[in-house]
Nanobody, 121 residues
Framework: VQLVESGGGLVQPGGSLRLSCAAS????????MAWFRQALGKEREVVAV???????SYVSSAKGRFTISADNAKNTLYLQMNSLKPEDTAMYYC????????????????WGQGTQVTVSS
């Protein structure tokens, strides 16, 4: 089983990035997926979640700016991030679990290694 994030980098405030999470080794379309982030010195927080039916939810700070999506044909999870702010700077991780409660609580079965997003001028 593998989750591999990519797409992070350095971007100016107001810019955009699209993160990808390539999944392998499990039935991607049977799993609930989430993006988490953890900034230096802060606790990890869930940013966005998508369930097996495609329903999504977001942390309040991401609503209207971020969009989570999943391409089951490509076994890939995405996070489109627009209007980025310095406070979005963090390591971003994707996670997967068959049980939504476990994904949201940060106890999902599968995790990626993370991709760094830095928003700075």
């Amino acid at each position: 089983v593998q989750l591999v994030e990519s797409g992070g980098g350095l971007v100016q405030p107001g810019g955009s990035l699209r993160l990808s999470c390539a999944a392998s080794g499990f039935a991607f379309d049977d799993y609930n997926m989430a993006w988490f982030r953890q900034a230096l010195g802060k606790e990890r927080e869930v940013v966005a979640v998508i369930d097996r039916n495609g329903s999504t939810s977001y942390v309040s700070s991401a609503k209207g700016r971020f969009t989570i999506s999943a391409d089951n044909a490509k076994n890939t999870l995405y996070l489109q991030m627009n209007s980025l702010k310095p406070e979005d700077t963090a390591m971003y991780y994707c996670a997967a679990d068959r049980r939504m409660g476990r994904v949201i609580s940060g106890n999902g079965d599968y995790w990626g290694q993370g991709t760094q997003v830095t928003v700075s001028s």
